[in-house]
């Protein structure tokens, strides 16, 4: 037989790896110049590569504005883990990129601001529940409340749950910032 | 520092002539006139005016690959940017380094749907290594070095810096580049950890069944980088494969060399990737073309991975050893260390492994068979290579995207880098001819041939014009079959035989078009009428285009088809004896 191939994926210009490997949640501080452009370099990077975001923040953390830190939340197998940590690294204006998940142990933080709509009991079962978790009270009126909340992002999931139980509501939430445990300082 | 005040449109022609800048592939409109105005007064740096702003890019891609320089681009705002958009995917595909100058409607425009205005850093984003947006005169001078220094830098690739009228038109102070200026965060890793050389080594020593494969990173890292690269092979005596990227960086001539691997490579390639138990990847990216299916990619083999981009190590393919570095430098250490150990390779494992090889080669995949009536296309870039081999390394080939394209990388042998420019990773149809201008344009008195596709050659025939207009002797050597080959060989493998538009009906007279142009036209439609047509084509000191009428129904083998192992691949039947299989036998795979 001249022909020893079998083609088993008729039509298909691509093979795909059809193994399935484990998934990992990874958090990364992305240490970049504040610059036009720079998140949407990021996040279309992500978006193009087809890589999850669960959570994006950024804001300058530099007091002369220059620098940014932007914390991103994403999940991958391993090997995609190292390849968004590359990818990232590859941007120009990519200071540094820190895999906090991999580079030991840190502090990861959520706010949200939960506004509830409740009456009666549930007004008052809101209030007590927002003392357990120590969750301010930010606004109210008769009919409702603002309360802000920070904590692991479990923490803030079980408290808007319960507030969902209670009345309508609304949220606000900020994504996670993280930063690494212990006294060293992460260049910038 | 030297610092002088002038216009942005003057900064531009300033920084491009304190860049080394020659030449510059453009076309002029509305948001770049203050440039053109500056380009006309003086005389240092040349304009190529292209029909396309695809073509700039391209013929910008065709002089950096042959030059190892940068090519540079000076397109205007809106359509202009848009129509470079092609050509800066496939700079960034391929890693060569372009340096794309866009205008831009004024800065208080900049939002308002102005007339030509598009986001060009928005568009150009994802398909530039990366971009700029000028809003500051005094700016300009420092962001055109920087643009130099990237795209040059580490793995190349193109940069767009978008300018303003306004800023073109504004004064500022002009800043000269500083030397070798360190960016405050782009500095690539070149030189590649010593520990993991001594690895690689020992790894290299152990082998029984070692393969070198390369890629277009070689080609990147300069000629020295191919030059090591053959010292290499020659001292180890590893066989030698090449990527499409990658031809010409090791000499086609050299015993240790087995052709091109991948989809389209050689049996003797390919199955001695599959059968290799250490595997050296230089400056190659495990691309789904070379690999096939990736959970039978080298089963047993450990591999080492030297790469200057981190990013293209553990993308596809998980290896043992990787080396972030640039391939000359890794050369450099690998050898040296390779010589200071006292130990050398198995030499009886490798002869075994020789002779494995061997019994591959004899299967002779390339082989095709001709005969009088019909010119097969394989037969005229067999003619076409060995009527111009006595001119040494003075031959410089671009293509189009096809088979012809697969066929000219199988049976045209370079012996040098930077002679092979091909579009790889996009596989972009039209690429060849700007290319062969960009090529001449750095090789005035060099052999420079398009060795095209009917199909692909209409895509950017207009630069025919930018080959008439300079005077440049390009051959556009057209493989003529009728058909847009590559798809109809895939309808006929895996779609039943069912040719859905790939028939090129209705094409032009290619003699009577290259007249039209200006050019030289010349035919030949029976095998014995191809040598004449070599000579006449090479005899001529103009450009010339030639179409060559070649067996519509050929198919490019050997073949691993999408999905298989590269032990599974598909060979012409003529390597096995048989007779030419019929329409009907094809369409069984
Ligand atoms: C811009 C672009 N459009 C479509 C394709 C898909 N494509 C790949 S090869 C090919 C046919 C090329 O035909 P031709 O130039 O005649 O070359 P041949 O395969 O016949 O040698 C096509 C349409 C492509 N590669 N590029
Ligand atoms: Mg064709």
Redesign the pocket.
């Known amino acids: 037989m001249a022909k020893t191939g079998t083609v088993d994926q008729p039509g298909a210009a691509y093979t795909f790896d059809s193994q399935e490997k484990p998934v990992r949640r990874h958090t990364f501080a992305v240490i970049v110049d504040n610059e036009p452009g720079v998140l949407a370099r990021v996040i279309g990077l992500f978006s193009g590569r087809g890589y999850n975001i669960e959570s994006l923040t950024v804001s300058t953390v530099t007091e002369d504005a220059t620098v940014s830190r932007i914390n991103i939340v994403t999940t991958g197998t391993e090997m995609v883990i190292e390849q968004i940590k590359a990818q990232l690294q590859r941007l120009v204006p990519v200071h540094n990129v820190h895999d906090l998940t991999l580079e030991g142990p840190h502090v990861e933080k959520e706010l949200a601001l939960v506004k509830v709509k409740a009456k009666d009991h549930n007004r008052r079962e809101s209030l007590r529940i927002a003392d357990v978790y120590h969750a301010q009270v930010a606004d109210t009126t008769l009919e409702s409340f603002v309360f802000l909340i920070h904590g692991s992002t479990e923490k803030v999931d079980s408290f808007i749950e319960l507030m969902d139980a209670l009345g309508e509501t609304e949220v606000a939430r900020s994504g996670v910032v993280a930063i690494s445990r212990g006294a060293e300082i992460t260049p910038v | 520092m030297d610092t002088t005040e002038m216009t942005g449109a003057a900064m531009v022609i300033k920084a491009l002539a304190d860049q080394g800048v020659d030449v510059v592939f453009g076309y002029p409109g509305g948001a770049v006139l203050p440039i053109y105005d500056e380009l006309f007064k003086q005389n240092r740096i040349r304009h190529i005016l292209v029909r396309h702003e695809q073509g700039a890019v391209h013929a910008a891609e065709g002089y950096a690959r042959s030059t190892g320089k940068p090519g540079v681009v000076l397109v205007t705002s809106g359509p202009g940017a848009t129509n470079a958009v ?1 050509g800066l995917t496939d700079a960034l595909m391929d890693s060569i380094p372009i340096v794309c100058l866009t205008g831009q409607v004024p800065t208080h425009l900049i939002g308002n749907d102005a007339f030509q205005e598009c986001d060009t850093t928005g568009i150009t984003r994802p398909c530039t290594k990366h971009n700029y947006l000028v809003k500051d005169v005094n700016r300009l001078a420092r962001t055109l070095h920087e643009a130099f220094y990237v795209a040059t830098t580490g793995r190349p690739g193109p940069v767009v810096v978008d300018i303003p009228k306004d800023v073109q038109f504004g004064s500022g102070t002009y800043a000269a580049p500083e030397g070798k200026q360190k960016h405050k965060t782009y500095q690539p890793q070149v030189k590649p950890d010593r520990e993991r050389i001594d690895a690689a080594v020992d790894m290299l020593l152990s082998a029984k069944r070692p393969i070198v494969y390369a890629g277009g990173g070689v080609v990147n890292a300069g000629p020295a980088a191919s030059q090591l690269l053959t010292e290499f092979v020659r001292m180890t005596n590893f066989p030698c494969t090449l990527t499409l990227m990658g031809l010409g960086a090791f000499p086609a001539r050299e015993p240790q060399y087995l052709g091109m691997l991948g989809m389209h490579g050689t049996y003797e390639a390919n199955w001695a990737m599959h059968d290799c138990d250490v595997m050296l990847c230089i400056g190659a990216r495990f691309d789904d073309r070379i690999t096939g299916k990736l959970d039978a990619f080298a089963p047993e083999s450990r591999k080492i991975h030297i790469d200057i981009d981190p990013s293209s190590i553990n993308k596809n393919v998980a290896v043992d050893l990787p080396i972030v570095g640039d391939c000359g430098y890794a050369l450099e250490d690998l050898i040296k260390v390779m010589r200071a150990r006292h130990k050398k390779p198995d030499e009886e494992a490798l002869a075994d492994w020789w002779r494995r090889i061997d019994e591959w080669r004899a299967k002779k995949c390339l082989s095709f068979e001709t005969n009088d009536a019909v010119i097969k ?1 394989q037969q005229a870039i067999r003619r076409l290579y060995e009527m111009t081999r006595d001119r040494g390394d003075d031959v410089y080939i671009t293509t ?6 697969m ?1 000219a990388a199988q049976h045209f042998g370079f012996q040098k880098p930077n002679r092979w420019m091909t579009s790889g990773g996009l ?4 690429y060849g001819l700007p290319a062969a201008v960009g090529v001449q344009l750095g090789h005035p008195d060099a052999l420079v041939v398009d060795i ?6 209409l ?1 950017n025939i207009q630069e025919l014009s930018t080959a008439v207009q300079y005077r440049l002797p390009v051959k556009v050597f057209i ?3 009728k ?7 895939w309808q006929e493998l895996l779609h039943g035989g069912r040719y859905s538009e ?1 028939y ?1 009906e209705a094409l032009p007279d290619f003699v009577k078009l290259a007249e039209a142009y200006g050019l030289k036209g010349l035919r030949a439609t029976k095998p014995d009428e191809l040598d004449g047509l070599i000579e006449e084509m090479l005899a001529h000191d103009g450009p010339v285009m030639c179409d060559v009428a070649v067996d519509p129904t050929e198919n490019c083998f050997p073949m691993i088809p999408s999905g298989a192992a590269h032990n599974d691949m598909l060979l012409a039947p003529v390597a096995e004896g048989e007779e030419a299989i019929g329409a009907e036998g094809k369409m069984l795979v």
Do not use: C, D, F, K
Request: proline share 3%; no cysteine.
């Open positions: 092609t296309p189009e995207v096809g088979q012809h394209q066929w596989g972009t149809m039209g095209a596709g009917e199909a692909s050659i895509m493989l003529n079959n058909y847009m080959g590559m798809v109809r060989q790939s090129s």
